[in-house]
C-alpha cells in the first residue's frame, strides 16, 4: 500500500523555468492538499482540493496553480520558478476535511537558481 | 498573532527522560487537535490525534487538550533516542477544511 507518492523527490530550477509537482494517492481519499515547509516558518498551505473537482487558494497560492486531475492525483505547477520558492514541497490526503489527520507524501526538494 | 505557536526548540534530554511538548493557539472555535511526528527529510506523520478536551493516551505518548486556556500538550515517557524527531501540533474548527500547524518543536535524545 504506497499511500501518497510525489514525484520528483529533488529537482533543481534555474529562475524563470517552469515544472509541475505531481502527487497520487491509492486510499480512495476525498481531499487533497499541497503545503511548503521552509525553516522558521512550518508548513504553509499552499492550495487544497475538498473533493474531485474543486480547489481553493490556502495561504500562500501566489506563484502557483494546481489541478485535481481525478480523485487519485492533485497536481502542483510553477509557471515561472523564483528563488522564494526554494522549499520543500509535500502532497497529503484525508478522507474529507482534514479532521481525521491527513497522509503525508514524503516531498519535494525545490531548489530555485 | 499567529492562529498556532509553538516553540521550535531545539529540545534535548537524556534517554529515559519525560518530554512535555506545547502549542498554544488563539481560535476558540477548534475542536479537532493532533500531533504529527517528522523524522529528518521525511513526510510527518500523524502520532496523536484529539476530539475537544480531554486527555488521550497511547503507549508512551500521552496528548492533553486544554480548551479553557487554548493549550495543547505532548507527552513522552521514558523517551528514547528513536523519538529524535521534529513534533507539530495541527488542529482545525469543526467548519474548516484544512489543518492549522505549528512550526514545530525540533527534539534530540541522547543514549
Known amino acids: 500500500n504506497a499511500g501518497v507518492t510525489q514525484t520528483p523527490k529533488f529537482q533543481v530550477l534555474k529562475t524563470g523555468q517552469s515544472m509541475t509537482l505531481q502527487c497520487a494517492q491509492d486510499?480512495?481519499?476525498?481531499?487533497m492538499y499541497w503545503y511548503r515547509q521552509d525553516p522558521g516558518m512550518g508548513l504553509r498551505l499552499i492550495y487544497y482540493?475538498?473533493?474531485?473537482?474543486?480547489?481553493d487558494k490556502g495561504e500562500v497560492p501566489n506563484g502557483y496553480n494546481v489541478s485535481r486531475l481525478n480523485k487519485r492525483e492533485f497536481s502542483l505547477r510553477l509557471e515561472s520558478a523564483a528563488p522564494s520558492q526554494t522549499s520543500v514541497y509535500f502532497c497529503a490526503s484525508s478522507p474529507r476535511g482534514g479532521d481525521y489527520g491527513y497522509t503525508f507524501g514524503s516531498g519535494t526538494r525545490l531548489t530555485v537558481v | 498573532q499567529k492562529e498556532v505557536e509553538q516553540d521550535p526548540g531545539p529540545l534535548s534530554v537524556p534517554e529515559g527522560a519525560i518530554v512535555s511538548l506545547n502549542c498554544t493557539y488563539s481560535n476558540s472555535a477548534f475542536q479537532y487537535f493532533m500531533w504529527y511526528r517528522q523524522y529528518s527529510r521525511k513526510g510527518p506523520e500523524l502520532l496523536m490525534y484529539?476530539?475537544?478536551?480531554g486527555n488521550k493516551e497511547d503507549g508512551r505518548f500521552t496528548a492533553q487538550v486544554d480548551k479553557s486556556s487554548k493549550y495543547i500538550s505532548l507527552f513522552i515517557r521514558d523517551s528514547q533516542p528513536s523519538d529524535s524527531a521534529t513534533y507539530l501540533c495541527a488542529m482545525m474548527d469543526q467548519a474548516g477544511t484544512a489543518l492549522i500547524f505549528g512550526k514545530g518543536t525540533t527534539l534530540s535524545v541522547s543514549s
Open positions: 482540493s475538498a473533493s474531485e473537482g474543486t480547489t
Open positions: 484529539t476530539y475537544s478536551s
Open positions: 486510499m480512495n481519499h476525498n481531499s
